[in-house]
Nanobody, 122 residues
Framework: QVHLMESGGGSVQAGGSLRLSCVGS????????MGWVRQAPGKEREAVAA???????YYTDSVKGRFTISEDKAKNTLYLQMNALKPEDTAMYYC????????????????WGQGTQVTVSS
C-alpha cells in the first residue's frame, strides 16, 4: 500500500522559512516523479514544485527563487525548502507522486499524502 507522509508545516511570519519533508513507502520511489501541491481555502489546487525521476526540477512562477525542491532517494524522502514566505503561501501542502510529472502539475497525481498546514502571517 502506498503511503506518503508529510511533516514540517507550521506557522511563521512573512519572510520566514520552513522545510517540508515527505517520506514515501509502498512503491518504487526512484521510478516516480514527486511534487508538492497546495490548496488554500476557497482556492483551486496548485502544484508548486516537482522533480522528475532524472532529477529535473520544475516550479510554478510564484515560488521561483524562493522554494527549492529536492530529494534523497536513498531515504525515499522529498523536501521543499521554503524561504521568504508570504501570506499568500498559506495553504495545506500535499506531497504527490506519479509516473507523469504533467499529472502532478495538473493537480491529478496518482498518490497523495494527508497534507501539512503552512500558515504565514503578515
Amino acid at each position: 500500500q502506498v503511503h506518503l507522509m508529510e511533516s514540517g508545516g507550521g506557522s511563521v511570519q512573512a519572510g520566514g522559512s520552513l522545510r517540508l519533508s515527505c517520506v514515501g513507502s509502498g512503491y518504487t520511489y526512484r521510478n516516480y516523479c514527486m511534487g508538492w501541491v497546495r490548496q488554500a481555502p476557497g482556492k483551486e489546487r496548485e502544484a508548486v514544485a516537482a522533480i522528475d525521476s532524472d532529477g529535473g526540477t520544475y516550479y510554478t512562477d510564484s515560488v521561483k527563487g524562493r522554494f527549492t525542491i529536492s530529494e534523497d532517494k536513498a531515504k525515499n524522502t522529498l523536501y521543499l525548502q521554503m524561504n521568504a514566505l508570504k501570506p499568500e503561501d498559506t495553504a495545506m501542502y500535499y506531497c504527490a507522486a506519479d509516473l507523469s510529472i504533467l499529472d502532478i502539475f495538473l493537480g491529478k497525481p496518482k498518490y497523495w499524502g494527508q497534507g501539512t498546514q503552512v500558515t504565514v502571517s503578515s
